[in-house]
């Protein structure tokens, strides 16, 4: 039993961990110098244009010779769900954040509640090469005449399944059929399924964004109806291009850029053309409230609405764009198909572009709140 | 007199960085979301309040998924928790000189990462997966069994993989602390092997028994993530809900709420467990 620690220092524990008052004083500063600098959010401040939104989406804003002029960096914050852009600016988000990507329904009240600033137009004149179809999205963007979001891509939520296993679904109520038990998926957002399944439970509704209680009762209906006919609930749109890798399912709600990602896995996909009509979106360029670059910003976002960039994001991200000349110089024949840019109009043919849900009583109107409750009934059911 | 206030004052100064972290990390935190939880959104805007409705609308909607995730929790921490025992009383009787090298190859697990080891459950449990692959190929199944991945058995099995190193550290701990000589006089006193684990082994280690419940419950209460991507349409557990109220819904009051309903829901069941293991494994 001999104590093999002879160290001047080691002979009772107390004296173990000496704390000498030049030592205590240099961690402290350490800290101090941690708090100050470590932890101050690396997105803040003038020279560095902090992006806040879908993974892909920052290749239509990242002008590396702009930035470079302009002796700034670009600094991405990928989100997981739109509602992330709204939380990190109200909690604290503003003021260092720049650019937020909202969805084209989320601009309106993200701008009343004041965390959006109006975009200069006459600093985007790339906004001129936008195609004619677009500008009535206006209606959603423009608050007192002001502008607070600038389209920039769109895409769909579309019947998708694999032709290789099941025939080509005319209806969304295909999903719901015995002999394609467990072999289907919902989707994970919120309001792709709420829009979705809204058209497909109330026959002949406009706009499933104004719905009365006995719609959305009927719709979450529907949709508690599909998770028992479902694999799963899926967790994310990647999830979804799994299991159809894997052969897990046939049918889904997807996304179009699933039919590039299932190809690599050696499964073709096709999309359909269901009855009720297909839930379309576009996205938005935003510009935070107090955004430390909002020159920079404005030059970004020019840059992303050119031609050229417009046609590098859709080949990229396999998605829909706005800029009228790009859509010609799109050489990909899988995304010009998809989204037939060719003739624009025969894609959004079959889609439905809903308005947002009331945020507060409207007669009576389900407001958005009440429809993510509902929501989580269905999660619960 | 002025050696003792110098070590109280170095006790204090020591004590402090922890003290800090806890106070401004943990605590502070934990009171302001208390507040919070009175709240009440207006427009996914907090309105300071003093109300009890959030409170009143998680036990009216949620009270399923609360039993529910205390159910599977407890399922799970209670399956571990005797797992992480066999394990490391293995390695403490019979481990020898290899106890060690097992204790470390146990916590190698560790090192992979939850997410990964999510990922490669997935792998195993799929219909392309290990598991199907093999009953297909030696024909004990015709088609691959797609009940194995999401679902609340892929649930429990990857949790549960997920805490055994976390469960056998503290039970190992108090193994080696059990004086051999006891057990030596347990046996010369007639008793049987299991004798001497009812009487002479668990019952010193009812605390680690309790701490390795109490970890295994609570990382599983709070889980959200593997109930999403094993878990199947029914296996929603209240972090998927409380998620869903600081992203989604945006209303922080009631995801506070459910989170102090499940803390409390927690602290019962944990505590339920303890008093069942003092009560079970006491000496006799």
Redesign the interface.
């Known amino acids: 039993m001999t104590n093999r620690n002879t160290g001047p220092n080691t002979a009772s524990p107390a004296s173990a961990l000496r704390l000498s008052r030049r030592f205590f004083m240099a961690g402290a500063g350490g800290v101090a110098a941690l708090a100050g600098f470590g932890l101050k959010p690396a997105l803040a401040g003038q020279g560095q244009v902090a992006f806040l939104g879908w993974e892909g989406y920052d290749l239509a804003f990242k002008a590396d010779d702009i930035l470079k002029k302009a002796g700034a960096s670009f600094q991405p914050t990928y989100i997981s769900t739109i509602e992330d852009i709204i939380t990190k600016l109200r909690s604290g988000g503003m003021g260092s954040i720049d650019l937020t990507t909202l969805i084209y329904q989320y601009v309106g009240f993200s701008a009343s509640s004041g965390i959006l600033d109006p975009i200069d137009e006459s600093l985007v004149p790339n906004l001129a090469g936008m195609h004619p179809r677009f500008k009535s999205l206006d209606q959603f963007l423009r608050i007192d005449g002001k502008l607070y979001g600038i389209p920039f891509t769109f895409s769909s939520i579309p019947l998708m399944y694999n032709p290789a296993k099941v025939a080509r679904p005319t209806s969304w109520k295909d999903m719901l059929k015995p002999e394609h038990k467990g072999r289907v998926v919902g989707f994970p957002d919120a309001m792709s399924m709420i829009v979705t399944w809204s058209k497909v439970a109330n026959e002949g509704i406009a706009d499933p964004s104004r719905m009365t209680r006995e719609q959305l009762d009927k719709t979450i209906e529907l949709m508690v109806a599909l998770k028992a006919n479902s694999r799963a609930v899926p967790s994310s749109m990647g999830e979804i291009s799994d299991m159809f890798g894997r052969g897990e399912i046939d049918m889904a709600m997807g996304w179009e850029p699933m039919v590039k990602w299932v190809q690599d896995k050696g499964v073709e996909l096709a999309i359909a053309s269901p009855s009720e009509g297909t839930f379309a979106y576009f996205d938005t360029v935003n510009i935070a409230k107090d955004a430390p670059n909002r020159e920079l910003d404005h030059a970004l976002i020019n840059w992303g609405l050119s031609a050229a960039t417009q046609k590098t994001f859709s080949e990229a991200n396999v998605l829909g764009i706005v800029n009228a000349e790009a859509m010609g110089k799109v050489t990909d024949p899988v995304v010009s198909k998809i989204f037939h840019f060719d003739d624009i109009d025969a894609y959004f043919a079959d889609k439905f572009l809903p308005g947002m849900f009331p945020l507060e009583p409207e007669g009576d109107l389900v407001t958005w709140d009440e429809v993510l409750q509902a929501f989580e009934n269905y999660q619960r059911a | 007199m002025t050696g003792r206030i110098r070590?109280s004052w170095?006790s204090v100064?020591?004590m402090g960085?922890a003290a800090a972290v806890l106070g401004f990390l943990f605590l502070l935190p934990l009171v302001w979301f208390l507040v919070v939880s009175f709240y009440r959104v207006q427009?996914?805007?907090m309105i300071p309040d003093a109300s009890l409705a959030n409170y009143t609308k998680v036990l009216a909607?949620y009270a399923?998924?609360i039993a529910f995730t205390a159910a599977i929790a407890a399922a799970i921490a209670a399956i571990t928790t005797v797992l992480a025992f066999v394990v490391a009383h293995m390695i403490w009787a019979r481990g020898g000189a290899f106890g060690a090298f097992l204790l470390g190859a146990t916590l190698l697990t560790l090192f992979g990462g939850y997410l990964v080891k999510i990922y490669a459950w997935r792998t195993i449990l799929?219909?392309?997966g290990v598991i199907n692959s093999t009953l297909v190929g030696l024909g004990l199944v015709k088609q691959p069994i797609?009940a194995l991945?999401?679902s609340p058995t892929a649930v429990v099995l990857v949790l549960v993989s997920y805490l055994l190193p976390f469960a056998i550290l503290p039970l190992y701990g108090a193994l080696r602390a059990v004086d051999p000589v006891s057990i030596e006089a347990a046996r010369d006193l007639g008793a049987t092997p299991a004798g001497v684990l009812r009487d002479a082994v668990l019952p010193l280690c009812v605390p680690a028994l309790a701490t390795s419940f109490a970890l295994c419950f609570l990382l599983t209460a709070g889980d959200f993530v593997t109930p999403?991507?094993v878990?199947?349409?029914q296996t929603?557990m209240m972090g998927?809900?409380i998620e869903?109220q600081?992203?989604?819904?945006?209303?922080v009051p009631l995801g506070a709420a459910m989170t102090f309903t499940t803390l409390v829901t927690s602290v019962c069941v944990i505590g339920a467990a303890w008093a069942g293991l003092r009560h079970f494994l006491r000496a006799k």
């Open positions: 070590a170095r100064a020591l960085p427009l996914f805007q909607d399923g998924p799929g219909r392309e797609d991945l999401y999403r991507l878990g199947g349409t929603f998927n809900f869903s600081f992203g989604l819904r945006m209303n």
